[in-house]
T-cell receptor, first 114, second 108 residues
Framework: DTAVSQTPKYLVTQMGNDKSIKCEQN?????MYWYKQDSKKFLKIMFS???????INETVPNRFSPKSPDKAHLNLHINSLELGDSAVYFC?????????????FGPGTRLTVT | EDQVTQSPEALRLQEGESSSLNCSYT??????LFWYRQDPGKGPEFLFT???AGEEKEKERLKATLTKKESFLHITAPKPEDSATYLC?????????FGTGTSLTVIP
């Protein structure tokens, strides 16, 4: 009965490769997010989708492209991976977004670029 | 510039030793402040939402308070299972900012 799930949990890859992280929520929420947490534990929002529509798109390289096939899924594709992309990526969801409602986070995907 | 700062970075307490964690913020038009708990290798877990100065929320040994400039998370008689990183986040409605967290260790 996992609320927000993401795969894979660990991802080790080489510079220059393209990789994807998948996320699914079964809470019936209309908003989904991608967050990046760096080595200093700083959590920063990358993207937010509300009803499959891009709402927030922070200053993130174009190599990162989110895709939302439906309200329950938000995948993150990363092209031409760089060393600095190494971090933990969290998917999250909430019902509504404008007042920062209670957000449910997935378990994270630890990406290591070598 | 909108900013969220948490202190201390790390805190070690003896079991039963009460203390407080601080979250200071400078944002234009605060719409809400949130506290999350994060265990190693897991995603943040929601604890509280505070919307206006003077508001307080409690859950077991935790109590969150909010003023116009900061929020405190008070931990009363902590237990080892309270050990985790506690994250503060604020929203202006359109933007959402996290602090860097306080790593709490409670020693038996």
């Amino acid at each position: 009965d996992t609320a927000v799930s993401q795969t894979p949990k660990y991802l080790v890859t080489q510079m220059g490769n393209d990789k994807s992280i998948k996320c699914e929520q079964n809470l019936g929420h209309d908003t989904m997010y991608w967050y990046k947490q760096d080595s200093k534990k700083f959590l920063k929002i990358m993207f937010s989708y509300n009803n499959k529509e891009l709402i927030i798109n922070e200053t993130v390289p174009n190599r990162f492209s989110p895709k939302s096939p439906d309200k329950a899924h938000l995948n993150l594709h990363i092209n031409s991976l760089e060393l600095g992309d190494s971090a933990v990526y969290f998917c999250a969801s909430s019902q509504g977004y404008q007042v920062g409602p209670r957000t449910y986070f997935g378990p994270g995907t630890r990406l290591t670029v070598t | 510039e909108d900013q969220v700062t948490q202190s201390p970075e790390a805190l070690r307490l003896q079991e039963g030793e009460s203390s407080s964690l601080n979250c200071s913020y400078t944002v234009s038009g605060l719409r809400g402040l949130f506290w999350y708990r994060q265990d190693p290798g897991k995603g943040p877990e929601f604890l509280f939402t505070l919307y206006s100065a003077g508001e307080e929320k409690e859950k077991e040994r935790l109590k969150a308070t909010l003023t116009k400039k900061e929020s405190f998370l008070h931990i009363t008689a902590p237990k080892p299972e309270d050990s985790a990183t506690y994250l503060c986040a604020v929203t202006t409605g359109n933007q959402f900012y996290f602090g860097t967290g306080t790593s709490l260790t409670v020693i038996p």
